[in-house]
């Protein structure tokens, strides 16, 4: 290794280290709501982090919490059905894909095209979800 190459990790770990005090918080919410569970939430981000790191070079000028936000949205995605039974979250009696839905809409304002783009869905069905969703959270009040 170089000195070149350890100049480049060096600052990618303090321009890491700098994103992740800004927005690791929020990140964790946004798991946490997803997750229904603390400890599971800050699993999800961790291995969504630890992603972004890996590809911090890559990125090239990308934003670096919307990098996050799609991992983290993708990775519970992909486990979602580790996440069907309450575990007395806020949003616990919604399916995944609508938790997903109303956290990645509602609670991150991710747009409406932008967000059905990145779950692979119609904006239609993405709309219909979202409804649905809500319903779901008004009825339980």
């Known amino acids: 290794m170089g000195a070149r190459h350890e100049a480049q990790e060096r600052r ?3 321009e890491f280290e700098t994103f992740t005090a800004g927005a690791a918080g929020r990140l964790l919410h946004a798991a946490t709501l997803l997750t229904g569970d603390p400890a599971e939430g800050e ?4 291995a969504a982090l630890a992603r972004t790191y890996a590809d911090w070079f890559r990125m090239r000028g990308d934003d670096p919490y919307a990098h996050t936000r799609q991992e983290l949205a993708a990775r519970f995605a992909h486990r979602a059905w580790r996440y ?3 575990r007395g979250g806020l949003l616990d009696r919604l399916p995944p894909r609508e938790r997903l839905v109303l956290v990645l809409r509602l609670y991150e304002g991710v747009p409406e095209e ?3 783009a990145q779950l692979g869905l119609p904006p239609e069905r993405l709309r219909t979800l979202c409804l649905r969703a ?8």
Request: charged share 35%; glycine share 0%.
């Open 43 to 46: 699993r999800l981000l961790v």
């Open 12 to 14: 990618r770990a303090r």
């Open 114 to 116: 932008q967000a059905a």
């Open 84 to 86: 069907r039974r309450p």
């Open 134 to 141: 809500v319903a779901a959270m008004r009825s339980r009040t």
